[in-house]
């Protein structure tokens, strides 16, 4: 499975963006996909995750309501769609996957693929 992170990028405190990470080598029905956030200096950490392409979902507490997971059958991609972004926000956002299974992962460990990170800059 090979995962393409891209979206990032620079946006003003309280603005959008939205996040792409398109699957390559398995349909994302197959799959467990998730969305890890690092910070400079901080470890590596869950943001969401998706089975069934958006279907059922898993949020971080701290995120939820303003980060939303969501998939894209035709293209084979999930998104993250990110709002009211803050300054904290800034990291390196990283997409994950792991073969289907019933329970959602919230750490690094339980997935075994990764797309390249894509920097996300919250200005204040």
């Known amino acids: 499975v090979q995962l393409q992170a891209s979206g990032g990028g620079l946006v003003e405190a309280g603005g959008s963006l939205r996040l792409s990470c398109a699957a390559s080598?398995?349909?994302?029905?197959?799959?467990?996909m998730a969305w890890f956030r690092q910070a400079p200096g901080k470890e590596r950490e869950f943001v969401a995750a998706?089975?069934?392409?958006?279907?059922?979902?898993l949020y971080a507490d701290s995120l939820k309501g303003r980060f939303t997971i969501s998939g894209d059958y035709a293209k084979n991609t999930v998104y993250l769609q990110m709002n009211s972004l803050k300054p904290e926000d800034t990291a390196d956002y990283y997409c994950?996957?792991?073969?289907?299974?019933?329970?959602?992962?919230?750490?690094?460990?339980?997935?075994?693929?990764w797309g390249q990170g894509t920097l996300v800059t919250v200005s204040s």
């Open positions: 080598g398995r349909t994302f029905s197959n799959l467990n």
């Open positions: 994950a996957a792991r073969g289907r299974s019933v329970l959602l992962g919230k750490w690094p460990q339980e997935y075994d693929y």
């Open positions: 998706t089975r069934g392409g958006g279907v059922t979902t």
